[in-house]
């Protein structure tokens, strides 16, 4: 079989859209969080399980990398070589290339958007529903509450449990 010649990248496709805020860490652990979470965190730990081959789970891996880094493939191949998926072919020479470039182009060139911080991190609740995953969800207007469990000169700023900050009106 005669592979065809690796095209140059475009520059659209080499340049983020607009980078992601995040450290590699914060970032990772979102992406756990979110619903593709579980698959997530079972490539990121190396696990190719309901994949027919492991370069099958790298461009599946790629795809969602390509997602969470907005496309940047300088930050999809660090991240893919601190995942479980990392390999000795991901540098073996390919068509003028590597396999893992040629994998992060093609996964780059197949996702229709990246992260967007401003439309993905709306407050979000763990539901059992979700297999513990987390979920976003919009707060109760405060005219929802009938009566009020504390003085009403004090307002409530946080609505996470585990982050209730109170401030005196």
Known sequence: ??????????????TPIAPVELDDLALIE???????????????AGDTTGYKSRSEADIAF????????????????????QSGLMREKWDRPQ???TYGA????????????????????????VSA????TFEPFEPL?????SSWPFPPDIIMI????????????
């Open 1 to 14: 079989m005669v592979r065809p010649r690796a095209q140059t990248p475009t520059p659209q496709t080499q």
């Open 95 to 97: 068509s003028g290339s």
């Open 141 to 145: 207007p405060l005219r929802a509450f």
């Open 62 to 81: 790629c795809n969602m990398l390509a997602f969470w880094t907005n496309k940047d493939a300088a930050r999809m191949d660090s991240l893919f070589r």
């Open 158 to 169: 946080s609505h996470r449990a585990h982050d209730i900050n109170w401030q005196t009106a």
């Open 129 to 132: 529903e979700t297999n513990g």
């Open 30 to 44: 979102r992406a756990k969080r979110s619903k593709n979470g579980v698959a997530f965190t079972a490539l990121w």
């Open 102 to 125: 040629l994998t992060i182009q093609n996964a780059i060139s197949t996702t229709r958007e990246g992260y967007d911080s401003q439309i993905h991190s709306k407050p979000e609740r």
